[in-house]
Structures are given as C-alpha cells and as structure tokens.
C-alpha cells in the first residue's frame, strides 16, 4: 500500500531543520505484514530526543529510515501467525522490540532483549525484514517502528493492546517512551519508596515524566534540576519540592545542604556527561545514582573509584525504564486514569506531519517538552 511518511535520507543534518529539511514528506510503499507483524494505523507520534540524534549525527543509524519510535495507532490487519489481536484493537508502540527466548528477556528484562537490539541497531524488524520502501531503495525502519507515517507494519512484539478508547492519541503515544522511561526509572530501576530524596536532572518530556513518577512514589523532596526556566516552572506545577537552575554557581553544595548530605537517588535524564556528574555529585553516601539519559556515544564520565567502596554507592543504567512493557504500559495507564500520572500536561502542542522538521527545530532549542504528530 502507499502510505505518506517522513524520510530521512542524509545524515547528520545541520539546523535549523526548517532551512534543511532534513525530513522529507514522501509517498513510500509499505509491504503487508509478515506471520508475525501487524499493520497500524498511527494515531499519533511524539517528537523524542531520540530521533533528533539521529538527525543531527549524535546516534548514527543507517539511512534512508522513517524515524518515530513513541506512537499509538489502531490495528488494520495482523499476520497469519497472531491470534491476541485483532482489527479495530488500539495499541501503543514499544521501542525495543522483544524476542521472549533470549538471556535478558527469560530474566524478565525485556528492554536488554539481545536479538531486539541487533534488529533495531540495523533498522529491520525482528524478522529481519524491511517493509519500507521508496525511489527504488529499501528504506529502515526505527526502533522497528517508523511512526512518522499514516501506517506502519511492526513486530507484534513491539506494540501493546491497550483498553484505551477514552485517552486522545496525542496522550496515548506518550506511554510508549516518554512514560516507560521517566516513570520506569523511577518505579522499577531506582524502586523509589515513600519518604525519599529524589533528584531529577534534565527536564524534557522523559526527565518531567519521571518527576511524576516520583511523586507518584511517594517521595518527599523532589529536586528538579534544568538550565530552563520555563520547565522549571512547571516541574513547580507537577510536585517539585525545589527547582535548581543547573548553571548555579555551588549547586552541589547547595543540593547538599537541602537534602542533609544527598538525595537517596539521583536521575540524570538530560543525556549528557556533565549531567551525570552533576547526579552522582549530589548522590548521598549509600544512594544510588542512576542514567536514563542517551548521551552520544563518545561522552564519558569519570568517577573517584574509592567512592563507590568507602560509600557503597550504586551506578546504574536504566533502558526504557527497565520496564516490562506488556505489564508497565497498561499500568502506567491506570495510574493516569487515577490521577496519579498527569500525563497530558507533558504535551506542549500536535503538530501536522509537513510540520515536523519545524517542530525538531523547537525541540533542538528546549523550546518544547512533548511534541506529537497527530494522524487521527
């Protein structure tokens, strides 16, 4: 079928991306899905970090691909092999695809998923397949997603059946990254419990999505970090106890004397080195400081080896939230349903899809926390 999707077919590409266009809105053809892939009609995709670095360079991925890894759409048509979904069901996309069978995924760590990872680094679906394909050429898909079009064929191991008809796609897609994320890291990486410190650095739609989180949690002082003072502002609204301009002079002394020595866990989600220096610095002796953020490949940080003895503390990484999405998603969905997880007011505008590049632009700039391409 032809389908109209978001290209891109260089990169990196210089901004602003409205001069460059380093999308272009293309007619694609999209093959039928395979035994066990699903056809979606996308609802809505969110604009993500993610794929602005692979726009700019920062994460390289084979071109052409039709990025959009955070979407919810409806399901047009599965393969001959499923038989847990059926037209008409509403589902969320999941960005790391999994196989089930793997180490990772038999310990109940999907997000590692190792042939996930491998399909999603050479942009085809877990089959192997690449259903895209335009101006003679295959074209990759993203995170064995490609949302930023009106139809796209996955794995049925990258989508979630949701009973969500009463939540707006322009919400809905945000479970798919900016919630599984932020929120996982708090809830399932760092198990915050009810009476600690939090600290959360970097405050776009992930970093504001786990601000939530910890509230949700329980936590009792909640320290937002940011160089933003409009995102401070509204972490304020969403439950901060104290917001921090990140190029304070002393802030970790500061954070410090707040907190009497250090927060309990402290969540670097802006994705870049400083950040995480700044976390760990404000990590209290026995806390654990914790990276969601995608920083480029080439950053690294340094760490006083000793600390990690003479403190017991604890570094970790956290993938997708370290989120089992067939459980974290519909829950997730049943907090916000609750009121425990304002999910909507992560969304800043929807955008059209000849918008996008404009809407990266405001991304690029810190000038959004959620953009969404809305279809439906």
Known sequence: MKIRAAVLRSSPAAAPFAESRPLGIEEVELDP????????????AGLCHSDLSVINGNRPRPVPMVLGH???????????????????????????PTCGGCLPCA?????LCLPGAEA?????????????????????????????????????????????DDIPFAELA???????????????????????????IGLGG????????????????????????????LARDLGATQTLNAARDGIVDHVRALTGGGVDHAIELAGAAPAFQLAYAITRRGGQTVSAGLAPPTAEFRIPAVNIVADERTVKGSYMGSCVPQR?????????????????RLLTRTLTLDQINEGFDMLDRGEAIRQVVLFD
């Open 206 to 233: 992930v970093g504001l999505a786990a601000l939530l989180g910890a509230v949700a949690a329980g936590a009792t002082q909640i320290v937002a970090i940011d160089l933003s003072d409009d995102k401070l502002s």
């Open 107 to 111: 310990e109940g760590r999907p997000a």
């Open 33 to 44: 899905p395979g035994p066990e892939e699903v056809l979606v009609r996308i609802g809505a």
């Open 70 to 96: 955070e979407a919810a759409g409806t399901v047009v048509e599965v393969g001959a092999a499923i038989r847990d979904l059926r037209p008409g069901d509403r589902v969320v996309m999941t960005f790391q």
């Open 120 to 164: 999603n680094g050479r942009g085809v679906l877990m089959s192997g397949a690449m259903r895209l394909h335009g101006a003679g050429h295959d074209i990759h898909h993203h995170c064995g997603v490609s949302a930023y079009a009106d139809h796209a064929v996955v794995s049925r191991h990258s989508v979630v059946k949701v009973d969500a």
């Open 328 to 344: 974290d998603i519909p829950r997730f969905i049943r907090m916000y349903r609750a009121g425990q997880l304002p999910v909507n």
């Open 174 to 200: 945000l479970f798919g990254c900016a919630v599984q994320t932020g929120v996982g890291a708090v809830l399932n990486t760092c198990r915050v419990q009810p009476g600690q410190s939090v600290a959360i």
